[in-house]
């Protein structure tokens, strides 16, 4: 063999030995559609509390007298849910900015699905201080896209 191909061997050996990411083909993966769609619902919400829109935040919610949303207390209703939403978060101070983190979407089957994750809200300490938590909601996808239907939110 010549001297080269042996160093060229030589060089591309240590540098896999040395550097194994070198060795590896990146691993791309994919959302499932339904996955994807679901958790947009819940990045248009975060948009929408970020803008101080708690209109727009509710339209992720099912507009029925069947929706829960659980915290301290349990809300019945969309109007109840926009109620306590309205109640706690009367301006955009105290909305603050909120973030989620950790997504899961679960599907259930073509018409239900879970989804949990983490909140964290940024504020001062005049209008409630800094909050974080977690969050499990249901979702059933409806004629007008994925709405929530139950949200059961640690603070």
Same mark, same amino acid.
């Given at each position: 063999m010549p001297i080269r191909f042996r160093l060229y061997t030589a060089l591309v050996t240590a540098a896999l030995v040395c550097f194994p990411a070198f060795a590896q083909q990146p691993?791309?993966?994919? /959302?499932?559609? %339904? !996955?994807?769609?679901?958790?947009?619902? /819940?990045?248009? %919400? !975060?948009?929408?509390?970020?803008?101080?829109?708690?209109?727009?935040?509710?339209?992720a919610y099912k507009n029925s007298p069947d929706t829960l949303f659980i915290t301290n207390a349990v809300n019945r209703g969309f109007e109840g849910m926009l109620g306590a939403y309205k109640r706690d978060y009367p301006n955009k101070a105290t909305m603050g900015t909120l973030s989620f983190s950790e997504l899961e979407a679960h599907p259930l089957d073509e018409r239900f699905a879970v989804v949990i994750g983490r909140y964290h809200l940024e504020r001062g300490k005049k209008e409630g201080g800094n909050a974080d938590g977690l969050f499990s909601l249901v979702l059933e996808k409806t004629d007008k896209g994925w709405k929530i239907i139950v949200d059961h939110t640690t603070g």
């Open positions: 691993q791309l993966t994919t /959302i499932p559609k %339904q !996955e994807l769609d679901i958790i947009k619902v /819940i990045l248009a %919400q !975060e948009a929408a509390w970020n803008r101080g829109d708690l209109e727009g935040f509710s339209e």
